[in-house]
């Protein structure tokens, strides 16, 4: 914050070098416009950060880096061709995480089929090969005669203790995903699977 002398505080009228001085100093201390900052090619996820004023703690806060979107990745997996039913078995398919994805969680996950089944619901459950178990503490659901999760009578749950649905890939340890199939419809199994993720910073 810019030293500045005050009359009130001074008790008589300031000198013109008293004067130079506060303009000097509000000039030195001034934020400069963005576009003269220094341009980087990183960002340090866990120490770099954007600062704000929070109006309902009427004080300063900042916001880690790896907490604002510049670190939200997303993932789309076609887990079974659009014209092939669905069916029950653990490894449909599985995707190493790149290492754009190390230390993030997952934050919220979604499937689609392209021909509705009938009958039940199918279910499909996330599975973290690295770590031994299962992301979805409660599995997706897309309900008989539905085609996508947003309409689920019961919606997934991200299982968020530990370290369970954290992301690893430093080069050394790369997270492998695993999507399985638990249930499919009674009558007729729908066809096609594809599945999304969303990663974040923090839950």
Known sequence: MATITLRETKGSPLTFAEADS????????????????????????DADFISFWD???????????IDTP???????????????????????TAITCPTTFNGLVLYSIGAHVYTAGAGSVTTVQLYN???STDVLSTAITIDAGELD???????????????????????????????????????????????????????
């Open 22 to 45: 506060n303009f000097s100093n509000l000039n030195d201390d001034k934020q400069e416009l963005i576009n003269t900052f220094t341009t980087q090619t990183a960002m340090t996820d």
């Open 129 to 131: 090969v690295t770590t």
């Open 70 to 92: 510049f670190f939200y990745r997303t993932m789309v997996i076609k887990v079974i061709p659009d014209a092939n039913d669905t069916y029950v078995g653990d490894g449909i």
């Open 149 to 203: 999760t947003n309409s689920a009578a019961t919606p997934a749950v991200i299982n968020e203790s530990g370290n369970t649905n954290k992301v690893y890939s430093d080069g050394t340890t790369a997270t492998v995903l695993r999507i399985d199939i638990d249930t499919i419809g009674s009558s007729t199994a729908a066809k096609g699977l594809e599945v999304r993720m969303e990663f974040r910073g923090s839950n």
């Open 55 to 65: 109006t309902s703690a009427d004080g300063p806060k900042k916001i880690l880096a």
